[in-house]
Structure formats: C-alpha cells, structure tokens
C-alpha cells in the first residue's frame, strides 16, 4: 500500500520482508546478500545496507528515524504527496535518536508513520528488563502522534494497517503503529536463547501457518512446490552473476574531474566581514535556489543564530529558515533525509563542540549514503569552531582533525583570507558530498580581504582542491614555510611581520580544504623549495591535521625540518590567561620558528 511514488521507507537491520513487499525484487536482494554484482547495491550494501529507488536500509538501531523525518519533511515543504515509513523494533525504544526524531516529527507535523515491530525480545536480551514502564503505545501519545496496536494475527490486519496508511496519509501529519508478532528463529545463528516450549507455542501461532492450515493439504503442496522451486532459480540466478568487483580499486569516496571553467571565481570583497560574508551567501542561496533550507537551534530573528550569521533571514525567508529543538543528532539526520532526497539543507549546529552528538549521523549515514553510486547527500553542517573568548571546555573546542578522520566526509575551514561567502555557496551548490564547514568564531568580526595572498594551482584532478583553495603568500625560496588554516592565521601574520623584521623570508600556506586532503597541491607548493616547515593548528596536534601533513611530506620524499605547533591533549580551560597559555599564538608559534633555525 506504499504505492505513491512519493512514499519512502527507512528501515533497518531486519529489512529483507520490508525490502521484498516493497519492491517484488527478489532476485536483486538475493544477489545482494551474496555479494554479487547483480545485487541491488552491486554489493556495496549487503544484507543490511540497501538504498533503491525510495527505500533505505542500515544496520544502525534508529540510526535512520531521524534521516526518514527529514525526507518527510522536504515533501511537506514541497507540497508533493506520500507518506514515509520508519522501522524500528522494541529493543530500538532504548535508543535516544528516537525520541528527537518523534519529537521533530511531532514538531514539524510531517507525515512519517513509526512502525514498532515488538517482538518481545532484543537479540538475546527479554524486552522486560529493559523497556521501562507505561505502554510501548504511550511513548507515541506522549509526542501527541495519532496511534494504534495491532496484533499481527489479527484476521484484519492488512485492512487495519492499510486504514492506518490512509489516516497517515489524509492528515498529512506522523503516526505511531505498534505491531505485536514474534521472532521465529535465533537473531542472527545460534543465539537463541529461549526454551523449546516457547518456540513451540511461538511456531504455532506464525500467522502464515495459521493461513497455511485453513488449506487443503493438496493446496498447501502446490504452493510449497511452486515457491520452492522460485527460490531455487533465483538462487541459482544469483549464484550465476559474478561476485562484485572494483573495476579500480578506490582510493576516496570523491569523483573527481578538472572542469573547473563550471565553477567561476570570484574577487573577494574587502568591505564586507566574515560573518556578513557568509550571511549574503545564505541569502543568496535562498534567494536563487528553491530547494535550499536553514535548519539550526535560535536561527530565527531577532537573534538570528548564536553568532548572528542568519540574522535577518528567517523574516525574509519565511519557513525556510526553521528553528529546531535542541537535538543536534536528529537535525542532521534531518538534513541528510533532505539532502538524500534532492534538497540542499544547510544546518547550523551552534557550536562545533556539539558536532560529537550527530556523529553516528555523520559517520554511519551521510557518508555511508553518499558512498553508494549515483547517490547525492549535498548536506552542509555549518559550526562555529575554536576558543579564545573565554567559553572553557565545551564551548571553545577545535575538533576539525576528528571530522577529517571521517573517510567521505569533506571538512571546509575558510580564513578571513579567502572568500567565506563563496565557499560556503559552493559547498551548498557545487559540490554533492556531506560537508563540515568550520568558521572560527575570532574570524566571524574580521574584514575579508585577500591579503597578498594567492590561489595555489589546484590539482586537475581534484574538483574539491580547485572549489575550496588553498592560498599562499611569501616567496617561493623562502627560508621557512608556515601552514595554517580558519583561525590560526592571525597569529600566524603576527608571527611573520616579527620575522620579517628580522629578514627572514617567510611562506604562508593557508588551507581552506582539509579533508580531502589536497595532496597535490600541498606537494607543489610546500615541499618545493623549503627547507623548514612549520604547520600551525589550533586543536591539539597528536593525530591532527599537522600529522597527517608531516606523513604526507615523508611518504614523498621530504627531508627538511619539520615542526607542528597545537595545543596540548588537555581540555581548553576557561580562564582567558589559562586558555592563552595552551591554545597557540604568536609568540609559540615563533618559538617553533627559531627552534627549526638552531643547529
Ligand atoms: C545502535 C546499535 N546497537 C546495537 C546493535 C546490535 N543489534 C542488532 S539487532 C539488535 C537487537 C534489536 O532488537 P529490536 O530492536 O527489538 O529488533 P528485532 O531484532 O527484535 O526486530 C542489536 C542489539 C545495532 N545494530 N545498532
Ligand atoms: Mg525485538
């Protein structure tokens, strides 16, 4: 009954019966779950991964809720019909995720229906001893969801579930369906813990034996045989297709192509700041493009977000710029449903500390998605980075080189020295992968300006070196290279007209495009011609992005002087002479300097 071409479904580890009834291709899951090239995800997927046409799988416990509210909300605004469907099983009711995406959904008013499947049990683990008191049923009156609960038995069921699609459907707003069944056999092999009576009385009572028993036994061989023998050819087809195979073996998520004469540069404009930068690429955006979206905590005037960067925008843009709940996890999984399903959301997460609590979303589903062929997640998660105001430890915190260890996710940090405004644009519009943009919030009050600085020749390979620069200033024989990025860069001009004094020639390199690393680049321009290099970070260096640098210079060969300056593996404590005295500035910065000058 999921017939409208608008309908979705997210489900999850136990996909196959949602799989097959929603889209007769037995044949494509079969080769699937063999690992087969004719499976329906070339074998990318497997058993529990699936995307095809409107359905979604994935093996993460109500990991997808959030992405099927997102989905659901992208038609609402869109004013297109269909309905989503979110699976989750009773065991899932442990999982926080769900909560804000019933919350969101209840908020939004989308048309998403919850289906619990409660069999009772959780892999090995009895519901009882960890679903806590009240009705299952009651946690979805508790979001003020439209609910029901049948018993899958029920002589009536597919009428009254059909009912329940149609009320979802009519109302345009989310329900909540608990459908009480059983687990016929173990969770995966042998991890079936329960008594030979119970699974006894459990068998008794499948539903489809039931049916089974209502026919003559000369009836019940004819299906048998006939089903037999479907499942041995389509066994037997899917053995016949070859098991999948890279054609190259990858070496990123990211297609690249050197057709940069698409992507039109830009002078920067100098009487403009970074944070009013980056507010006229957002009403650009949602100026020129009718599928882009602003979802964030406070963004709405007259505060306009915690930094200000929307201001003015939710009164032009009116629900198009849309304040959430507190629920960072389910806004970005919000944003990837949107995304997944043809839009460009832009989500503010308030500060960039809070970005651990959507990183199931970001690791486990908008790369994974993006991943498959064809698929496009153009998400964009804009956050306010770094410290130095005094905000203390989870207020102040500098976790790009985390983000950039994500494989497919791509991590953007601008300096005052680019363009912010365009690279945010090109992020939201030029470029189809989930995306970290980082602005440092000492940068947001800082006049743009290009500073002498130049773009460094992007790799022609490399789509993502050319959108998002790499810039650079000093000459090419310099005595000395430094290598920053977002909000380091200040103190590292403050350290380089010290040197200059001095006469010493010194290089500024200054990333805008962290992850994925432009490494062809970064060999033309910082290996060529220095004999000591300096990469500044402001998060702590161990495992960061100045090692990852430092390896990528050894595996190709450097052997100059190599020195990374960050800060200390200790949380950012809060009073401003403590939090000077860890996060780098000038005078470490020098001191790192001087120390590559010494015998
Ligand atoms: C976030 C997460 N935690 C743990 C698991 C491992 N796991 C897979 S299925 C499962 C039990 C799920 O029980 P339930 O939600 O009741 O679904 P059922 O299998 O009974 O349909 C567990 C713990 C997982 N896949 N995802
Ligand atoms: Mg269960």
Avoid at 34 to 63: P, T, W
Avoid at 182 to 187: A, F, N, S, T
Avoid at 529 to 558: C, P
Wanted: charged share 20%.
């Amino acid at each position: 009954v999921l017939r409208d071409p608008g309908d979705a479904i997210f489900s999850n580890h136990r996909n196959h019966g949602h799989f097959l009834t929603y889209s007769g291709n037995c044949l494509g899951l079969l080769a699937e779950i063999m690992g087969r090239e004719d499976g329906v995800c070339k074998g990318l997927g497997g058993s529990q991964h699936i995307l095809y046409r409107g359905f979604h799988s994935n093996g993460v416990q109500a990991g997808l809720t959030a992405v099927a509210v997102g989905n659901a909300l992208r038609r609402k605004l869109a004013g297109e019909t269909g309905i989503t469907a979110a699976f989750i099983g009773d065991g899932t009711l442990g999982e926080g995720l769900l909560y804000e995406s019933l919350n969101l959904a209840s908020v939004w008013q989308v048309p998403v229906l919850f289906v619990v499947e409660n069999n009772r049990i959780a892999q090995t683990t009895p519901a009882p001893s960890t679903i806590a008191g009240g009705t299952i049923l009651l946690r979805g009156k508790a979001f003020g969801l439209s609910c029901w609960c049948f018993n899958d038995d029920d002589p009536d069921f597919f009428q009254r579930v059909e009912g329940v699609l149609e009320t979802v459907r009519s109302l345009n707003a989310p329900g909540f369906l608990v459908i009480n069944t059983d687990r016929l056999g173990p969770h995966s092999k042998g991890d079936d813990s329960r008594d030979s009576a119970e699974m006894a009385s459990i068998r008794d009572r499948d539903p489809l034996k039931r049916l089974g028993d209502r026919l003559t036994l000369d009836e019940k061989h004819r299906i048998d045989e006939v089903n037999r023998e479907f499942v041995a050819t389509t066994r037997e087809v899917a053995a016949a297709s070859p098991p999948a195979r890279y054609r190259h073996r990858p070496k990123h998520s990211f297609t690249r192509s050197g057709d940069f004469a698409r992507f039109p540069n830009e002078p920067i404009s100098t009487d403009t700041n970074v944070r009013a930068s980056l507010n006229s690429a957002l009403r650009h955006l949602l100026s020129n493009h009718s599928d882009v979206v602003l979802l964030g905590e406070d963004l709405h005037d007259p505060y306009g977000g915690a930094f200000k960067v929307t201001a003015g925008l939710s009164t032009e843009f009116p629900g198009r710029v849309i304040s959430t709940p507190i629920s960072e996890a389910a806004i970005v999984g919000a944003g990837i449903g949107l995304a997944l399903s043809g839009w460009r959301p832009v989500v503010e997460v308030m500060f960039a500390d809070f970005l651990s609590l959507a990183m199931d979303q970001i690791l486990n589903h908008a790369v994974k998605f993006a991943a498959f062929p064809e698929t496009r997640v153009p998400l964009v998660i804009r956050t306010p980075s770094g410290g130095g105001r005094g905000y203390g430890a989870t207020h102040s915190q500098s976790p790009e080189s985390l983000f950039a260890g994500v494989p497919g996710l791509t991590v953007v940090f601008p300096s005052h020295r680019h363009n912010p405004g365009l690279l945010l644009r090109r992020a939201a519009l030029d470029w189809s992968y989930p995306c970290v943009f980082f602005e440092h919030k000492l940068l947001y009050g800082l006049q743009c300006g290009s500073g002498r600085y130049r773009e460094c020749v992007a790799d022609p390979d490399d789509v993502a070196s050319y959108l998002f620069p790499t810039l650079e200033r000093g000459p090419a024989n310099a005595d000395l290279t430094l290598v920053t990025y977002g909000g380091m860069l200040p103190e590292v001009e403050r350290a380089v007209a010290a040197l200059e004094e001095e006469e010493l020639a010194i290089r500024i390199v200054v990333l805008s495009l962290l992850a994925p690393l432009p490494r062809r680049t970064l060999l033309n321009v910082v290996a060529s011609g220095s004999e000591r290099i300096v990469v500044v970070e402001e998060g702590h260096s161990e495992f960061g992005f100045a090692a990852e640098l430092g390896s990528l210079l050894l595996e190709n060969g450097y052997s100059g002087k190599f020195s990374r300056v960050g800060a200390p593996p200790i949380p950012i404590p809060a009073a401003r002479t403590l939090e000077s005295d860890v996060i780098p500035n000038e005078q470490s910065i020098l001191e790192a300097v001087y120390s590559l000058f010494r015998p």
